[in-house]
Structure formats: C-alpha cells, structure tokens
C-alpha cells in the first residue's frame, strides 16, 4: 500500500500547469465528441508507447512476436527519431511506455532513451520479460530513472512458466528481479515501482495466491493478474481460464464472444497512441501488425499526423461503429485485474 501512494504521488509530481492544460483539453474534446457522435480533439496525448524493438528472446503462443508472424519489419527504434518525438511533445507529454511487441532490453540503448525521457519530467515505464536483467542492467535500470518497471511472470514453476512463456527460464526472471530490487535498496532509491505481471491462462490460473506469496518474499511491489487476449476465440482455446473472472471470453453453446459490449466510442483514440520502432503512429497497442497507420513520424511531423484528416477519419469511424474496424472487435478496454 505504501509502494502504491508513493509510486501516485511521483505519477502526481510530474504534472505541470501545461500538462494539465493538455489533460483538461484532451478530456474535453474526448466528453463532447461523445455526446454530439462528432470526432473533435484538442490537444496532445497525454500519454505514448514507444517500441523499442520487435525483436524477442522468446516464443509466447498469443505474441506476433513470439511466433515471428509480423508482415512489418523486425528492427531497433532509431535513437534520433525517438528524442525528436519527445522534444516536440515532452511539455505536454506526462506517461510514456518503453514497449509494444518485442523485448525493450534488446534495444542496446533502451535505458539511454528512459534516461533522456526521465530527464524531461516525463513519468516512464517498461514491460520486460526480465532475461536481460543482470546486475549492470538492473542497477543502469535503476539509475535510469524509470518510474515502474512491469516484469512477466505467468508461473510460481519453470514447468508451467514455460507453457505460455516458451523458451523463457523462470531462474533468469527471478534472478533479474531480485538484481533490481538489490539496487533499488543500495542506491536508496524509491523507483522504479516493481510490478509481477501475471497472464492468466488455464495452464496457470491455480497458482494465483503462489504468484502474491512470492511476490511479498522477493520484495516486489504489487502483482497484476491480466486478462489474456485470444486471436482466434471463437471456438474455444486451451488458454483460456476456467475462472471465469479472470477470462475475456464466454461460452455461449459452444462458440465464444468477448463479455463486454463494443461502445462506439474509446477514450485511448483520444489520450493515447502508440509509436513503432519505424516510426509509424497507430492507434493502439491492439494493432500489433501497424495496419490502421495513422502516419509516419519519419516524413511528417506528431502534430501533422495527430490532428490530420486521417487521425480526425478514424477517430469518426469509430464513433459511428466500433464493431466495424476489425482490431477493436476483439478489444476489452480495462486488461488488468488488481492483485
């Protein structure tokens, strides 16, 4: 609890009066669009996902990179792109994710770029399969200046963990975070807040309590128990949880449909984005394959793109019907369930 009101009111202290203004413009605009059904947007994001890389060590059974099914190029995100994307939006920017697909601590100067985001007063933070996390990593890590470091676990044993985590080792990843949670307490430092992230599965979902006992040993800060996205769920999968809680899907006589209603409308088109390791603005995290590109940071500047009338077309689109684009018919806004 104490982890949870320190890591708030460090998320709090990076609020100045222009990010502020940009939160009051974004959540405006976002309030009357719903009401009229007309797409209007005023302000920047107050929040980003860079990709750092699509590159990854391992071969998770839901990830396009895990199974190397991308139709987009595999690469390293350019350092100049990125500082110049955060130069042009850092005032106004308050949230940035260091990921999308792909391992961000194969970016060989990952915690180079935290570290020019955290000097701009940005809050930051990375999701990592924690096999990079040797000690120089895990104290740079922490040195760095990231806000909330977010470490996959999905299995309390390597026989499990390696059911959805192929190719990973359990030893590396709790050995990775004990490196961080060493330095964090050798350089007296308050961050970065350290997150078990555990995807609920069916092959994992009885050892739960295990996750939050082991979670407390080791020093970890809290445990996140996600809900898993299926691509092709209509049949059913192994994958998804017999504790109906911690599942997206329902059975309804033998075929599956997501739970949750699709609402015409989203608050991510209008707060959010996401960056690839090339450049290209898209919409959402759930566009993994880059297919509704809004634009390209590499011949057009954030602004150009973010307000251009091909971000305003969709952001319309889908305020007359979500069920119509195809990545948002498999989409449950709200992922996490708190541990």
């Known amino acids: 609890m104490a982890s949870l009101l320190t890591d708030g009111l460090n998320f709090v202290s ?9 939160a009051a413009q974004v959540v405006g605009s976002y309030a009357l669009s719903k009401v009229t059904g007309q797409a209007r947007h005023w302000g920047l994001p107050l929040a ?12 998770c059974p839901e990830c396009p990179s895990g199974l190397r099914s991308f139709t987009r190029p595999t690469g390293m995100l350019p350092d100049a792109l990125f500082k110049r994307t955060i130069d042009e939006l850092h005032q106004r920017l308050w949230y940035l994710i260091f990921y999308f697909q792909g391992e ?34 895990a104290r740079r890590t922490v040195e760095s200046g990231l806000d909330r470091l977010i470490i996959s676990l999905d299995g309390t044993t390597q026989e499990v963990y390696q059911q959805y985590r192929v190719g990973g080792k359990l030893d590396k990843v709790l050995e990775g975070t004990r490196n961080v949670v060493k330095w964090r307490k050798e350089l007296k430092s308050s961050t970065p807040r350290i997150v078990f992230q555990f995807l609920v599965v069916r092959p994992n979902e009885h050892q739960i309590e295990e996750a939050k006992t082991l979670a407390k040993e080791m020093g970890v800060d809290d445990v996140w128990f996600k809900t898993a996205q299926i691509y ?9 949880p017999t504790i109906d809680y911690y599942s997206r899907y329902e059975n309804n006589g033998g075929t599956w449909n997501i739970k949750n209603k ?3 409308h989203c608050w991510k088109m209008w707060h959010s984005c996401v960056v690839t390791w090339d450049g290209l ?7 993994k394959d880059a297919e509704y590109r809004q634009g390209d940071l590499k011949t057009e500047t954030f602004r150009q793109l973010w307000h251009g009338p091909q971000y305003r077309g969709f952001r319309a689109s ?8 195809d990545m948002c018919r498999n989409c449950t806004q709200g992922t996490k369930v708190w541990g």
């Open 14 to 22: 990076k609020l100045t009066p222009l990010r502020a203004l940009n």
């Open 48 to 59: 980003l996902s860079f990709e750092p890389t699509t590159s990854c060590n391992l071969r």
């Open 232 to 240: 092709d769920y209509q049949n059913g999968s192994p994958l998804i």
């Open 262 to 264: 699709l609402l015409n």
């Open 104 to 137: 961000p601590y194969l970016h060989p100067n990952f915690l180079d770029l935290v570290q020019y985001a955290a000097d701009k007063g940005i809050y930051t933070a990375t999701s990592t399969n924690a096999h990079y996390l040797n000690d120089h990593n």
């Open 281 to 287: 603005v898209v919409p959402c995290c759930f566009d």
């Open 318 to 325: 889908l305020l007359k019907g979500r069920d119509q684009i």
